[in-house]
């Protein structure tokens, strides 16, 4: 505790019993624990507030991501997210001791992992955008990866290459149903879209909106001109990122889906809820590499 105001437990792992022995000193807790590194090895998993499938989802794990779980029981991990440090209950199934290092990143939307080098052989699962994969060889225009099955060389790029227009990333997402907590192009949400579109160009994000409003790039105050592309407009727990000097890209309720819409009627329509826009960041020279 600082001040009297303790840590935003969305990021820092301590709970009634326990907490995570890197918070000794600044929360009091009956036990410290240190913790075990463990990768998913499944596409995709839910991080609920409780150990429970219907306890809210409040964000996904991508397949290769690492995560430190800090307590086990009854199928559920408490852990916390390597890629943004939240934290939260992730089902156990899934999380492998053996740490594979990444070797390329999936930069599709979506592609499958097949058993054999073979666009013809049915697919054992789907990987989404931005999910770690290592690779072993490369297999005529696949690549063989480490813990079995082929992916598609055309979806994946190496470590360290990097989407050049997280615009463009984001926009790829046109359509997609909105999903409170998603990561996936099978169900995003606001913050979710900015936080894989900002990731595909190497660039760290935090998972949700508020912190992003306060975090990322700097303040455009009012005045200062047109919006540019790619200028982050920030509502009270929603964002949206500009195409142009008018246009909003947003994963949104109102439409249920990520779309494109003038900004002067997505304000219009979300002041009347009570909401205002609450400010503009720019990631400055970042917003088209």
Not at 170 to 177: H, K, L, M, R, S
Not at 227 to 247: K, Y
Request: charged share 20%.
């Amino acid at each position: 505790m600082i001040d009297g105001v303790l840590p935003d437990p969305r990021r820092h792992v301590y709970r009634a019993d326990l907490a995570a022995a890197s918070l000794r000193g600044r929360v009091t807790a009956p036990r410290y624990v240190i913790g075990e590194e463990r990768q998913l090895t499944l596409p995709v998993r839910p991080l609920c507030k409780e150990p429970r499938f219907d306890a809210g989802l409040d964000s996904e794990a991508l397949f290769g991501e690492t995560v430190t779980v800090y307590d086990e029981s009854e199928g559920w991990a408490w852990v916390q997210l390597a890629r943004d440090a939240h934290v939260g209950y992730m089902p156990s199934e899934g999380l492998a001791s053996q740490i594979l290092g990444p070797s390329h990143r999936v930069t599709a939307l979506r592609t499958y992992v097949h058993p054999e080098p073979d666009i013809k052989s049915p697919p054992r699962a789907i990987l989404s955008l931005n999910s770690l994969v290592t690779a072993t060889a490369a297999q005529g225009r696949f690549l063989a990866l480490a813990d079995g099955g082929f992916v598609f060389a055309g979806h994946a790029a190496p470590m360290g290459e990097i989407a050049q227009d997280y615009v463009a990333v984001a926009e790829a997402f046109v359509g997609t149903p909105y999903l409170w907590g998603g990561r996936t192009s099978f169900g995003v949400d606001c913050s979710g879209l900015v936080q894989l579109a900002l990731e595909a160009a190497g660039l760290s994000c935090p998972r949700d909106s508020d912190m992003q409003a306060t975090e990322l790039g700097r303040l455009v105050e009012e005045g200062q001109g047109a919006l540019q592309r790619g200028d982050l407009v920030f509502w009270p727990d929603h964002v949206g990122i500009m195409l142009d000097a008018t246009r909003l890209l947003h994963a949104n309720a109102h439409h249920m889906a990520t779309a494109v819409e003038p900004l002067a009627m997505a304000a219009e329509r979300i002041a009347k809820t009570g909401s205002p826009v609450l400010c503009v960041r720019r990631l400055q020279d970042l917003s088209v590499r």
